[in-house]
């Protein structure tokens, strides 16, 4: 994968360059620390959500960040006219279906972000992502109950029938458009002992989206960045809390290069 | 306090073997760092307060945490309404009337909490949970101006009323279920200087009740599980910055032995 | 600028002696920060927004603190109702127009709250600060687009039409009520980093504001405090995360005497 890891390092050296203002409507619990993490990485976080604001702010941003973690109907109502107007100015959307497949709630209001704004990438665990698909699937609360292996066919399926780009993290994130399937192996166990890391996953890909107009690239090699960050925050830190501040620091000190020499995503 | 000292090892194991769910309800402040304390802990946080959703989401938990810091009325309804599921399907409820006794609103709201939805513990500092008997108790803001000697009796009548647990935490931590009193002796004094740190006591109390059934040993054991939390930081942080991180990695680091030999449980 | 490294060291004393309630209405992404940043310099924070609430909670505080970061309506129409209770009993109030200048909403709110409240001190960027003045000012998101010089003329023109003390930060502070211009050196480069650096130098002036009646003084050495504790963080952090554990270090660590001996203030 010479290419990606070589697009990688273009990636964030354009991040540090261009600071792309990402704008995110996203949920209480996580926005600090992913805030923080755009900080960190070189990119200029807004966090904005008031119905007769969100369209006048997101004229502005280079990616939009939709979040649903803790999801109300005026919420979800922004995160809608935000995104209808990205849509129409050609800015790319994430979506972070948080808990899809947990409660009707969240899987109506995630399909209907999805319809009405055509997110250029949605990332979640396997079980978010396949409850887009099939109504039967239920996760355990906000955590997943699939395999990447398992929801691997599915997801090239299902990026399809969005016309979409699904990436589904775990262990190892599996990155489909239908078309084409990266793998990236690239993390640390002590991830999952933070709360939000998926959703900061999301908000780095958000940034790569900003600089680089290929959904797949983008998003393979951002979550390889975010990926070996956690590695790196691991060599130092060995619980949560230290990890959570050594993560930010990697996502600030991993150079360019250190991510070309880094980042293990593998094609198919 | 053999007994409790053995439990609250049991407690512990039984958190990081069964990973409960535990749905908050909780104030903007504190939302990521109790989120991270269940995390480290070994159980599951989820966040979830839309009125259309709170039932269902209650319904896979193991526990329910209800936390008035920055309350407002739709949010009150919202805890009552998963409350009232929640007791109806026998899910423990622990409220955390943060600032009652400090405005009309904090106490008149705590108080229907506690009235429609029977939480089986109420943990507070003593001018909280004082200002659940008698209206004419003034705190400061949400700090406590009332000692937890001086509310040990009328904590025990309180409790007997209420037919809940209250947990009074401070210096030393009182906790009562009316007929029983118990005191834990762990804490650290940087504990007053990070925020949130009662909050975060309140969710290791939630976690514990979700693999106890009895209120008052899970409480107990909970609180000194978190007070020895705060000893273990204190030992290297000297700062409260710091010291909210080494927080968070010693409820990771902490082993069911190392409770056991450090929990300073005393009956009566 | 004896006399002003002086009158920080007794701000700081003070604030630790009397510990003031300082009454939070601010945005969700800095709350746990800010709160934090309070505790750990000796103030004791409230965050509390409920409509049906901030005119009792504001009656116990000494400051009241105004954030639009993540404002909607009706977040704003309870900063006025509070801000209008504080202006009555003569407690001061900070604005902290975050964003104003960017959006409409963010410049016609904060000019609303000003006209309404009378805030005795308004900080921000240049950007924001001249968006109160100009409504043809652009600010990138919620960045500064102005440097700190073009704005000293226009910030004293209008400290004067707004009869308020304004602060304008960036790698050196500006501080005008009008009639004097004072100028502080203190901060790091970290500090741009980090989210909510700006909204935390807000607080910690709210802090000075309950324990010095001239906001001029309470400002200028508010700001060199804050500006010394990111100087005493860059000591040791490398990188966001640890910088930002640090700041909060160096906030609790820092004494009056490091502070007179530490702070850079320059009149005119």
Redesign the interface.
């Known amino acids: 994968m010479h290419h990606l890891a070589h697009k990688a390092a273009q990636n964030l050296e354009a991040v540090r360059q261009q600071k792309p ?1 990402i704008h995110n409507i996203t ?7 992913t ?2 993490a755009l ?2 990485m070189g990119a ?10 969100v369209k ?2 997101v004229a ?2 280079k990616s939009l960040v939709l979040n649903i ?5 005026d919420w979800v109502e922004s995160m809608i006219k935000a995104g209808c107007k990205a849509s129409g100015q050609n800015t790319p959307i994430i979506l972070d279906p948080v ?1 899809s497949g ?5 899987t109506l209001s995630a399909q209907q972000i999805i319809a009405k704004t055509s997110p250029a990438v949605i990332r979640g665990n396997a079980s978010e992502i396949l409850s887009l698909r099939d109504a039967n699937s239920k996760t ?4 997943s109950t699939h395999s990447v292996d398992d929801a691997a066919e599915a997801a090239q399926t299902l990026a399809t029938e969005l016309n979409t780009t699904l990436a589904i993290t775990g262990p190892t994130d599996l990155i489909t458009n239908g078309k084409q399937i990266v793998r990236v192996d690239n993390g640390h166990p002590l991830m ?5 890391t998926g959703c900061t996953a999301t908000v780095v890909v958000g940034a790569f989206l900003a600089v680089d107009p290929d959904p797949l690239s983008a998003t393979a090699t951002a979550l390889a960045y975010f990926g070996l960050a956690g590695e790196k925050a691991g060599q130092t830190a ?5 990890f ?7 996502l ?2 991993i150079s360019p290069e250190d991510l070309q020499n880094g980042c293990r995503i593998r094609e198919n």
């Open positions: 203002l949920n209480y619990v996580v926005m600090n620390y805030a923080n900080l960190a200029s976080p807004v966090m904005a959500h008031a119905p007769n604001e006048e702010m502005f941003a973690g803790t999801l109300t109907d808990g947990a409660t009707a709630l969240r355990k609360g906000v955590d999952g002992y933070v709360t939000g060995e619980a949560p809390g230290s959570m501040i050594a993560l930010l620091d990697a600030y000190t």
